[in-house]
């Protein structure tokens, strides 16, 4: 699962660097990307230990189960990614009554990029952080 967790990695990058462009576009936008680097970021680091799901509500709980309360990542981490899933929802689904404001699109990037900080400390070799494009 080596080379699917590669490719979540790459795509949890990108995603990052999507997320930061649309910022000054599309606020409901940068809230979808910024949910989806973190998914990607998660899912490589999963992919390392033989799981995969079909649902992102299986991620959600993935992430509160095997890394929250293991210990390995705080309650912060994972409420943060809680909350990039439900911000994520408001910008794809809110429809005309509900947008992603700019200071959530803001705070819903810097939450991805310690999502991602604490996927590449996991595994450093594996998932580099560097500013050079994936």
Known sequence: MKDEALDAWSRARKSLMAAEKDLEIDPDSTASRAYYAAFHAVTALFALQDQSFSKHAGVLAAVHRDLVHTGRWSEELGAAYSWLMKL????????????VSDSDAEKAIEAARRILQAVHQAQPELFPWTSEKP
């Open 88 to 99: 994520r929802a408001a910008g794809d689904y809110g429809g005309m009554r509900e947008h």
